[in-house]
C-alpha cells in the first residue's frame, strides 16, 4: 500500500487501517450540515468514550471535546481538531456506503478528518506516555456558517485552556501523503456581498421611460473587476468574484431591479480594507452615472488563516517525522477559506493539508476521501503529541 513507504506511520494505526475505514465510511453515509450534526456528534462521541476519554458536549450546539492526562504528570495542554459538518452537495458517486440524506454529501473530508483524530484519541489513550493534557476537538459548521467562532465565543479556550492549537486538511490532486503548508497566512478571509440595484422598470422597447438596472448591474460587474487589477497591488493578492446575477421576468419589460451576489478573498486586513471601500465607491458611482440606486450588503465573514511560526515549525517537525520528508514548507497560499482561523486569532497554532493523490477536487459532487490516507494522517496528530508533550517542550 501507498503509506507504507512513510517511515512514521505508526505500525498498529497501519494495521487498523480497515477498521479506520469503517468508521470513516459509517460517517459518509451520514452527513449532516452545519449546527445539526446530530447523528455525527453522537457517533463520535461513543467512540471517544469507549477509548475511555470524558466527552464534554454542547459547545457551538454539536460540538465536542475529549480530554486526556498523560500519565508522565503536569504538562502543557494542546488541542487537536477535526471539523464534522457535510455539504448541501447531491451525492454522484453510487458507492456502496454514499450518503444515506439526498442532497447532502461529505464533498471536503471531514468524514476522513474526524476518522484520523479518533484513531489518535484510541492510540494515545491506550498509550498515554506523555506530560500534559491533550484536548481533541470536534468542532461544527466549518462549511460558511462558522462553527469555529461559535466554539470560541462559548468558553472553548476559557474551558479548556490550551497553548497551542493545530488542525488539518486532506488536499487533493499532489502526492500522496505529502504535507503541504507555510508560515504566516495560508488561507484567505472571506467576505460575500449582495447588490440590489433599483432603477424603474419599463417597456424594452422605450428604455428612455425607465432606468435600466441591468445595464447598471452589468457596468456594476464590469468596473468591480478593476479594483483588484487597479487599486490593489500586484505584490498583494485578492480575489472579487461576482456568482449570481438575478433580475427580470420575460423578454420584453426592463425591471425594476436587479440583484448581484458574490465573494471577495485576501489576506490582509489592508488590502480587506481597500477592496470593500473601493467596492461600495464603484457600486455608488456606477448608479449615480445611471440614475440608479443601490442597496449593498457586505458581510466579513472569516478572517485569514494565520499559522503562527513556532508552532508552525512544530506541526512541519512532526509531519516530516511522519513522512519522511515530504513535506512542502512553502506551499502556495489558498484563496478559499477555513473557520480554523478564529481559533488561530485566539491560542497560538499552526493548520496543515495532507496530500491525498489524484482525484476529484473538494466540493466535487464526484468527491470520495482516499481511506488509504487515515493510518498517515492519525500518525501524524500522534507524533505531534508526542513531541510537543513527549519530552520537555521548547
Not at 504528570?73 to 454522484?92: C, F, K, Q, V, Y
Not at 466554539?151 to 486532506?170: A, I, K, S, T
Not at 485576501?266 to 465607491?281: I, Y
Amino acid at each position: 500500500m501507498e503509506q507504507q513507504s512513510q517511515p512514521g506511520v505508526l505500525p498498529d494505526l497501519m494495521a487498523q487501517a480497515a477498521e479506520l475505514t469503517s468508521w470513516r465510511r459509517t460517517l459518509h453515509a451520514m452527513p449532516e450540515t452545519a449546527f445539526e450534526e446530530h447523528r455525527t456528534s453522537a457517533y463520535v462521541a461513543a467512540k471517544l468514550e469507549s477509548f475511555g476519554l470524558p466527552v464534554h458536549r454542547g459547545l457551538a450546539g454539536t460540538g465536542l471535546v475529549a480530554t486526556l492526562t498523560g500519565k508522565r504528570g503536569d504538562g502543557p495542554a494542546i488541542g487537536l481538531r477535526a471539523d464534522m459538518d457535510a455539504l448541501d452537495i447531491l451525492e454522484a458517486t453510487n458507492l456502496p456506503y454514499r450518503s444515506d440524506t439526498p442532497g447532502k454529501m461529505h464533498a471536503c473530508g471531514h468524514d476522513g478528518h474526524m476518522t484520523m483524530l479518533l484513531g489518535a484519541a484510541r492510540h494515545l489513550a491506550g498509550n498515554p506516555d506523555f506530560a500534559g493534557t491533550v484536548h481533541f476537538i470536534f468542532q461544527p459548521a466549518e462549511e460558511n456558517e462558522g462553527g469555529g467562532k461559535v466554539m470560541v465565543e462559548q468558553g472553548l479556550f476559557d474551558r479548556f485552556p490550551m497553548q497551542e492549537v493545530y488542525g488539518l486538511h486532506n488536499w487533493p490532486n499532489a502526492p500522496f501523503g505529502t504535507f503541504l503548508g507555510r508560515n504566516g497566512a495560508m488561507f484567505a478571509a472571506f467576505d460575500i456581498f449582495e447588490v440590489k440595484v433599483i432603477g424603474r422598470g419599463a417597456h424594452a422597447a422605450m428604455p428612455q421611460r425607465g432606468i435600466d438596472p441591468v445595464l447598471a448591474a452589468s457596468l456594476i460587474v464590469a468596473q468591480l473587476q478593476s479594483i483588484v487589477a487597479r487599486s490593489v497591488s500586484p505584490q498583494e493578492a485578492a480575489v472579487l468574484t461576482v456568482t449570481q446575477i438575478h433580475g427580470g421576468d420575460t423578454w420584453n419589460v426592463i425591471p425594476d431591479e436587479v440583484v448581484l451576489r458574490g465573494t471577495v478573498r485576501t489576506f490582509t486586513k489592508e488590502v480587506r480594507d481597500l477592496v470593500e471601500g473601493r467596492f461600495r465607491a464603484v457600486v455608488a458611482g456606477v448608479c449615480a452615472a445611471q440614475g440608479a440606486r443601490a442597496e449593498i450588503r457586505y458581510e466579513r465573514r472569516y478572517p485569514a488563516l494565520v499559522n503562527h511560526t513556532r508552532e508552525f515549525g512544530h506541526a512541519l517537525a512532526a509531519a516530516d517525522v511522519t513522512a519522511g520528508g515530504q513535506v512542502v514548507p512553502d506551499f502556495e497560499p489558498i484563496m478559499a477559506a477555513e473557520d480554523f482561523a478564529y481559533m488561530l486569532e485566539a491560542v497560538p497554532g499552526a493548520y496543515l493539508c495532507l496530500a491525498s493523490g489524484p482525484g476529484p477536487n473538494l466540493h466535487n459532487a464526484a468527491y470520495d476521501f482516499n481511506d488509504a490516507l487515515l493510518p498517515v494522517g492519525a500518525s501524524y496528530w500522534v507524533n505531534l503529541v508526542q513531541a510537543r508533550l513527549g519530552a520537555a517542550t521548547a
